[in-house]
């Protein structure tokens, strides 16, 4: 069974950095053709896909958010990290870490809501 926990600060001041980690267990995010993805979830909005890393280390993300959004991983935890750059509170949501590419999930995190104010 694959687990997913996101961890990370639940407050970020606007203009400052977003940074979240998901820990996986039960699963390698080196196997092969497993996608890893940051979803986020605006309070009264729909599910927002933010980007994935794939098993080889390669990365896509949103046109949208592009040019803000970093995501890295460190094999040797099973971790894979989100960053998102500039926040402001239009970025606060529950986010949440997923196996799988836009729309194949298979497993999620629980979700961390993660609110931008000053």
């Known amino acids: 069974q694959v687990q997913l926990q996101e961890s990370g600060p639940g407050l970020v001041k606007p203009s400052q950095t977003l940074s979240l980690t998901c820990t996986v267990s039960?699963?390698?995010?080196?196997?092969?053709?497993?996608?890893w993805s940051w979803i986020r979830q605006p309070p009264g909005k729909g599910l927002e896909w933010i980007g994935y890393?794939?098993?080889?280390?390669?990365?896509y993300y949103s046109p949208s958010l592009k040019s803000r959004t970093s995501i890295s991983r460190d094999t040797s935890k099973n971790q894979f990290t989100l960053q998102l750059s500039s926040v402001t509170p239009e970025d606060t949501a529950v986010y949440y870490c997923?196996?799988?590419?836009?729309?194949?999930?298979?497993?999620w995190g629980q979700g961390t809501q993660v609110t931008v104010s000053s």
């Open positions: 997923a196996r799988g590419a836009p729309k194949t999930y298979d497993y």
């Open positions: 039960g699963g390698s995010i080196t196997t092969n053709y497993y996608y």
């Open positions: 890393i794939a098993y080889s280390g390669s990365t």
